[in-house]
Nanobody, 115 residues
Framework: QVQLLESGGGLTEPGGSLRLSCTAP????????MGWQRQVSGTQRELLAIINSGGKTTYASSVKGRFTISRDNVKNTIYLQMNNLKPEDTAVYYC?????????WGQGIQVTVSS
């Protein structure tokens, strides 16, 4: 069973920042595309950002310019730096790794933006 381990969520005020981390096994990290998605209860998951094994990044328009995805190839970890957070960013955030027919998910981590 492949485990993606997430950390770094929590509560912040509007305009604040948080950084999420996701650590994967080395065999996954070196090959798979990785990304972050989020889900508000009762809605579909929203793809936020993708980073491939070569470091190329793609962002959803809703977070472009505020969120940055990056990877540390030594620590087998990807990050999502979230700046200028808004109340509408409140959601459960998931790390995702995929390649061909293989698809793995983290456990989900709550991010709450509220004054």
């Amino acid at each position: 069973q492949v485990q993606l381990l997430e950390s770094g969520g929590g509560l912040t005020e509007p305009g604040g920042s948080l950084r999420l981390s996701c650590t994967a096994p080395g065999s996954i990290f070196s090959t798979y595309h990785m990304g972050w998605q989020r889900q508000v209860s009762g809605t579909q998951r929203e793809l936020l950002a993708i980073i491939n094994s070569g470091g190329k990044t793609t962002y959803a328009s809703s977070v472009k310019g505020r969120f940055t995805i990056s990877r540390d190839n030594v620590k087998n970890t990807i990050y999502l730096q979230m700046n200028n957070l808004k109340p509408e960013d409140t959601a459960v955030y998931y790390c995702n790794a995929w390649y061909d027919s293989h698809d793995y998910w983290g456990q989900g981590i709550q991010v709450t933006v509220s004054s």
